[in-house]
């Protein structure tokens, strides 16, 4: 029953972080404007997945993608003990 609880926990971990990755990309254009108002309208791209590059963006996608490694792991550990 522990093994399938961590892989439960591991399919939960990683639907949460392709979820938050979702919510990251949907943000960015929020995040262009937010850029665009600092900058008095000058200085800001055009095209928003050039945001995906700027501070604090890849941060954020490194902890999202910690997060999907971590369900990863939670996954292969308890087929490991199911074996």
């Given at each position: 029953?522990?093994?399938?609880?961590?892989?439960?926990?591991g399919y939960k971990t990683i639907i949460l972080?392709?979820?938050?990755?979702?919510?990251?990309?949907?943000?960015?254009?929020?995040?262009?404007?937010?850029?665009?108002?600092?900058?008095?309208?000058?200085?800001?791209?055009?095209?928003?997945?050039?945001?995906?590059?700027?501070?604090?963006y890849p941060i954020i996608f490194l902890l999202?993608?910690?997060?999907?490694v971590m369900g990863i792991a939670f996954i292969?550990?308890?087929?490991?003990?199911?074996?």
């Open positions: 029953m522990e093994k399938d609880k961590k892989i439960m926990i972080g392709l979820c938050l990755y979702i919510v990251e990309l949907l943000y960015l254009p929020v995040f262009g404007a937010l850029q665009k108002t600092q900058v008095s309208g000058n200085g800001f791209y055009s095209d928003f997945w050039k945001y995906t590059g700027q501070q604090p999202t993608g910690i997060i999907i292969i550990w308890g087929y490991k003990e199911k074996k």
